[in-house]
């Protein structure tokens, strides 16, 4: 059985291939080509830094491929071109695309430097987080709130990911990016987070809101993000941490801000119900 | 090398010695070049093996061969080898081979040197495999050997540590023979200046090599204080601090990666002006390009490091100085571009690996220059992009180069042309399939596939099978190259002194082969 | 007579040059650990 699931994945795997390169955009959701813009200012911000340097590079790209394939074309021993070998230095040339390129480089660091200076500067954020990484899960921590848990990879998964197991991946819902217990959060709400590590180096990866940082043992990073809409991201552990390094996703749950209160009273009010409420 | 061993005290000082004692006695530069080179070839294929149980895995979602322990051994150990056993020694094979050959030298100016400095790697090579097999498992933390994790490994921690000590004591002996070599052995009239591209990348990368290897062999030297010593450079809970042995690994791992691609600038250097019927465009900017990039690559390191939480000052730093190599490596380009303008090019099967370089190189610059953009980073970090950015480097760049170098130089080595159709087939298929397994790797990268993982959720699985497809397609084919190259040395057409029609250079005026002792008597040149 | 001069001086300044850059190396590899023994 698996193997007609392989075949018609591979066929479906050219099909896809074929249009994407032909018309693009329709098959992006089944074929993940780019980066995604993510839930937050700062990742949509980080996405449009992203198509500008892709296209300055494909820009500059197209331009020097061409004057390659030109020479590749036109200049052939077989078509009788001839050396001219009175060229051999120019210091005109050698000066333009020496300035050039700084030209076009200090065009693309000004924005870069801009958006560096927004993520990087932590300021009037409304409640704190403290992730922890172990090997191999997750604790977070509700600064102030005496809430706190732990986050491994759900256990439908955790089956499925086993050595010489029966179970297909292709049935498990989110297989490796769903966890038992999500960090959950308010949307529309600036989040400090603080990142450390209890055992080896971890890094916290969300795509979405355009986070990656380091968890190091013995010293705290901070940063901060402010997801716009409700619903649910999922990243991984991204600093190789040891053999199970691949099982240790990233969820994020973000609420609107009422249903987050009600959540983290739960949370506070007793075990019995958090449990309820975290498993939803 | 035949099979037989002869106990011939008889010694000819124009032969070399015969059978097996002729190659560990050797202080030959040619010899032990060859000797370089057919180790560096055997570890391609060691590590080759070790990359396919890798794509094997990735082939599809879930866990079909191996256990995440062993999978991370083999990507540790993959990088390993193919960085310290094939791709470095590869290029002081050609080092060997050719320096000596193109600056008028009749050998290396320390031969018994040259002899160590080979033979201390099969040795330190064996030693580093042979950590597989020990309690524990090889080491599992990425050729990084991060701490607190590298901390982790059982058994083979010293092992490890001390084969790359050895195989730190033998580039840096290596280097240093090479400088001198160049620095003293030059023909009369061979000035710095009129000295071949290929010469002068070695020097720029040799002087690289004394400078960073020691770095890391302090770096892992404190990791076995940490571990067997009770000291904690890199241990928090004793006041020390992991973040430091990055910036002692990058330090080294920066200048390293140019250590890796200048040779291969270099063999460049020399195939596309010989193909283009034309001298070197721009030839004192390209060496001023080399030491440039060569410089940078000390101000650098910590654009590895930019998810780590390093201050607001030192990002932007670290940012401006990496996009700032991307000029002196643009030189280069344009100027390779502005060589072949107006010549009169043909297409052996040397010039297609240097322009395949040319475009596939290119396309790694590319992904390098985005992978400097901080907040563009901290997506790219540790993903699968990245993966695909050095692997576009050091494979269709690096390796490619070599094997640019071994088709333009083999009629020179062996006597005899290889068979052109064959190269050509080696080519096309190696060029194609190296597209097939890397470039889908820039997909899986930014739709948020981290690197080092056995398994990966469904969606990266389409993108996964491409690549696994595309790596055993290069695998298999780089079989062929060795095919090629046993015929070549058995036999084949001969070749003349000059072996191409445009080739320039002092090793062009010896024959082919080229014979034992070459240049006995320093040449004019002019 | 002036070639053997030049040649027996041209292996000193080899000699030379290489010792230099080994102890270059090893003041490197120190270096590095004695910056590691006073960042600890």
Known sequence: MGRTVGNNRFTKCLAVLITSLLGGGAAQAAWELNMPVGATDVSAKVFDLHMLILWVCVAIGVLVFAAMIYCIVVFRKSKGAVADTSIAHSNTAEFIWTVIPVLILIAMAVPAAQTLVEIEVVRDTEMTIKITGYQWKWEYEYVGEDVSFYSSLASESNAARQLNTDIDPFEVENYLLDVDKPLVVPAGTRIRYLITS??????????????????????????????????????????????????????????PKEEFDVWLAEKKGGVARAAATANQ | MSATTTHDEHHDDHGPDKGIMRWITTTNHKDIGTLYLFFALAMLFVGGAMSLVIRAELFQPGLQFVNPDFFNQMTTMHALIMVFGMIMPAFVGFANWMVPMMIGAPDMALPRLNNWSFWILPFAGTMLLSTLFMDGGGPASGWTLYPPLVLQTGDALPFAIFAVHLLGVSSIMGAINIIVTIMNMRAPGMTLMKMPLFVWTWLITAYLLIAVMPVLAGGVTMLLTDAFFGTSFFQAAGGGDPVLFQHIFWFFGHPEVYIIILPAFGIISQIIPTFSRKPLFGNDSMIYATASIAFLSFIVWAHHMFTVGMPLAGQLFFMLSTMLIAVPTGVKVFNWTSTMWKGSLSFETPMLFALAFLFLFTIGGFSGLMLAIVPADFQYHDSYFVVAHFHYVLVPGALFGAIAGAY??????????????????????????????????????????????PDYATQFADFNAISTIGAFGFGFTQLLFVYIVIKCVRGGEKATAQVWDGAEGLEWTVPSPAPYHTFEDAPEVR | MSTMANETERRQRIRRTAVVLGLVALAFYAGFIAMGVLNS
């Open chain 1, 198 to 255: 209890n055992d080896v180096l971890h890094a916290w990866w969300m795509p979405d809101f355009a986070v990656k940082k380091d968890a190091i043992p013995g010293f705290i990073n901070e940063g901060w993000f402010e997801v716009n809409e409700p619903g649910i991201y999922r990243g991984q552990c991204a600093e190789l941490c040891g053999k199970d390094h691949g099982f240790m996703p990233v969820v994020v749950e973000v609420l």
């Open chain 2, 408 to 453: 333009f130089w083999m009629p020179k080595w062996t006597g005899h042309m290889y068979n052109e159709t064959l190269g050509k087939v080696h080519f096309w298929l190696s060029a194609i399939f190296v597209n097939v397994l890397f470039f889908p790797q820039h997909f899986l990268g930014l739709a948020g596939m981290p690197r080092r993982i």
